[in-house]
């Protein structure tokens, strides 16, 4: 089984920048699609941000221009920078495979502050 661990999130204002981080316990990124997951108070989970085992990688438009997602596989770690920070990002963020598991963890919470 595969175990997901996100971290990185925080409190920041408006127009701030996080970089979350996500670590699996055992190699996932090289054989599986990845992605950034995030769900606000009242609203469904969404997807924000996906990585393909080939390393092409898609974003919501919400946050399209903005927010960049990456992994070291050899780390087995996977990260996604946040840059311009909107009060609309609130939320808590998961990764997870696109194409296995899925692997819930329990994720981490991005407030942004006007």
């Known amino acids: 089984q595969v175990q997901l661990v996100e971290s990185g999130g925080g409190l920041v204002q408006a127009g701030g920048s996080l970089r979350l981080s996500c670590a699996a316990s055992r190699n996932i990124f090289s054989i599986a699609a990845m992605g950034w997951y995030r769900q606000a108070p009242g609203k469904q989970r969404e997807l924000v941000a996906t990585i393909t085992r080939r390393g092409s990688t898609d974003y919501a438009d919400s946050v399209k221009g903005r927010f960049t997602i990456s992994r070291d596989n050899a780390k087995n770690m996977m990260y996604l920078q946040m840059n311009s920070l909107k009060p609309e990002d609130t939320a808590v963020y998961y990764c997870?495979?696109?194409?296995?598991?899925?692997?819930w963890g329990q994720g981490t919470q991005v407030t942004v502050s006007s």
């Open positions: 997870n495979s696109n194409s296995a598991g899925p692997y």
